[in-house]
């Protein structure tokens, strides 16, 4: 079993302020997906690296890949309550994704 | 393009009894794998379909089960419901996309609430 595991299981912050959130597996990965979902809907597909050590921004939020292709972070500058979510990154081999336990993000207005 | 569409979005059975739920992917993919989530346990892995063929299956009891019809959408039963059931079952359609590989989308999700 690849396990991913994430960091921390919980965050809550006030608004403007920065966060990191992590996804660590001794797993080599093809790609490494991170999804957001929020409450009663399903997780909606943020961003894909494949590259060891890929950097991708998408406006506030900064993903990386890591230069082993075992782990990821996600970076969230200047939160805002929009932001509010579940995070879950999924690591993928061939056809098997591989979810991580998830970030539960609050952000406080 | 239309998304995953899943349904129904919410239902209540009662124990012992069994459930049949849908999926129509996105139009053109083939893929169309299928998770349980609970608070406890995340995301759980249940078994994946590819044209019309289970091609992945995770560890669940034989309960479970699913078939993909040949215009790709997919429904999975659950037979004798256990209050252990009621969870939010998900749906992603998945397809390969050159440069990023496979990648998953979901629909909104079946609430189940076994009584």
């Known amino acids: 079993t690849q396990l991913l595991e994430q960091s921390p299981q919980f965050l809550s912050i006030q608004e403007g302020e920065n966060l990191t959130v992590y996804c660590n597996s001794s797993s080599v990965f093809s790609s490494l997906q991170w999804y957001r979902q929020e409450p009663g809907e399903g997780p909606v597909l943020l961003v894909t690296v494949v590259t060891g050590g890929e950097v991708k921004k998408l406006k506030r939020l900064t993903f990386q890949f890591g230069d082993a292709r075992k782990d990821s972070s996600l970076h969230i500058t200047a939160a805002q309550p929009g932001d509010t979510g579940l995070y879950l990154c999924a690591g993928v081999t061939g056809n098997q994704f591989y979810f991580g336990t998830g970030t539960s993000l609050t952000v406080i207005p | 393009k239309a998304g995953v569409t899943q349904t129904p979005r919410y239902l209540i059975k009662t124990r012992g009894q069994q459930v049949t739920l849908s999926c129509s992917p996105i139009s053109g993919h083939r893929s169309v794998s299928w998770y349980q989530q609970t608070p406890g346990q995340g995301l759980q892995f249940l078994f994946e379909?590819?044209?019309?063929?289970?091609?992945n299956k995770g560890n669940f009891p034989g309960r479970f089960s699913g078939r993909q019809f040949s215009n790709s959408r997919s429904e999975m039963n659950v037979s004798t419901l256990e209050l252990g059931d009621s969870a939010l079952y998900l749906c992603a359609s998945r397809h390969n996309v050159p440069g990023l590989g496979t990648e998953a989308f979901f629909g909104q999700g079946t609430r189940l609430t076994v009584v």
């Open positions: 379909y590819f044209s019309e063929t289970q091609r």
